[in-house]
Each structure stands twice: as C-alpha cells, then as structure tokens.
C-alpha cells in the first residue's frame, strides 16, 4: 500500500510538473478596433469578432499556441441607427497584420481599421488597352482605382457591402482647386462613367 501511495504522489508531482510546463504554452491576440473581425489562416481557421455580433465590441481576446499567425481576411463593421450593416473587406494587402506573432504568456494586440485614408489613381484607357480597362469603358472615361487604407497600412476594397448585398454605388465628383466641378459619375466597379 505504501508503494501505491508513493507511486500515486509520484504521478501527481508528474502531472502537476506537465500542466504547469503547458499551461505556459499558451497566448492571447487580442482585438482592440471596435468592428474589426479578423480572420487567421489555419486548421481550423481563427476568427476573432464575428460578423453576426456587430456591433463587434473591442478587446476581443483568442487563446492560442505561441507561434506566427497569417491573416486571412479583415471585416470592418458598423450598424447604422436602422439597424443595417454595412462592411468593407480587406482580402489583400494586410499590412502590418499580414502575420501576427505571439510569444508563450504573451498577448499580441492587433490595432487596425480607422481613421481609413483613401488612395485614389487615376488614368483614362489607352486605345491598345481599351477592351482590358473595364466592361463598356471608352476613351472619355477616367479609371479610377480607389482603395481605403487603414492605420495599420492594410487596403480595403471601396465595395461596401449593406446588410450583406452590394451596397449604393459612389458617385464621384472631380473638382479643381477653386472647387469648380469639372466632371461628375458613377463609381462602376474601376472607372467613372459619365465623364466628358
């Protein structure tokens, strides 16, 4: 009976050693943008914030192994007062979020989102280049490519998504220094029609 006893004190030393050398295997990443919904790459994916919960409140917290991290996708969400939804997706270009790293006991804090700037390029279709431009683009069209960016350099695509349907499209005004408009369109996916 002894020796059980001995043996039994023997595991339980080696079981508690085994849970406290683990449980410092762990970390945390942790949100801090209200209605940012991040979306790491893995088996299974890991999603902080979920888009059904929005208004996605901040400092959201994920446990995870220490380790790097690749992001997948970013939703930023807001509701408006009648209670629709309205997102914009960053599928590329994640800046610093690209990969997020994370030491055992440690929390990793993501901060993205707004303020957003906008980063507008401008051009008009060249005729060798014309049928590549856009669908129905001509040479008195401007291509406009438009991109939010947020503050931790990642790009949203200027597609706003309402309630989950493709929300209004943008109209563009051009104006010069004085304010003067000089043209005026609809933002069609890469170019502004209606400009002469």
Same mark, same amino acid.
């Given at each position: 009976?002894?020796? =059980?006893?001995?043996?039994? /004190?023997i595991l339980v030393l080696i079981g508690g050693a085994w849970a406290a050398d683990n449980a410092t295997e762990v970390a945390r990443i942790k949100v801090v943008t209200p209605g940012l919904v991040l979306n790491l #790459? /893995?088996? +299974? =994916?890991?999603?902080i914030g979920k888009? *059904?919960?929005? +208004?996605v409140t901040a400092a959201r917290e994920l446990t995870v192994r220490p380790g790097s991290y690749e992001t997948n996708s970013i939703l930023l969400c807001v509701r408006d007062a009648k209670k629709e939804t309205w997102t914009l997706?960053?599928?590329?270009?994640?800046g610093k979020v #690209? @990969?997020?790293?994370?030491?055992?006991? *440690? @929390?990793? @804090?993501i901060e993205a989102g707004p303020p957003l700037s906008v980063k507008v390029s401008v051009s008009r279709p060249a005729k060798d280049r014309l049928v590549d431009a856009a669908p129905g683009a001509s040479l008195k069209d401007l291509l406009i490519h438009i991109d939010y960016v947020g503050?931790? /350099?990642e790009y949203? =695509? +200027?597609?706003?998504m309402k309630s989950q349907s493709v929300g209004p499209q943008p109209r563009v005004r051009i104006s010069d220094e004085e304010g003067t408009l000089l043209a005026e369109g609809d933002y069609r996916y890469a170019y502004v029609s209606g400009v002469g």
């Open positions: 009976m002894r020796k =059980s006893l001995v043996l039994l /004190g #790459k /893995g088996r +299974p =994916s890991k999603v888009f *059904e919960d929005v +208004p997706t960053c599928a590329r270009n994640f #690209k @990969t997020v790293k994370v030491a055992a006991g *440690e @929390t990793a @804090t503050k931790a /350099g949203y =695509s +200027p597609r706003v």
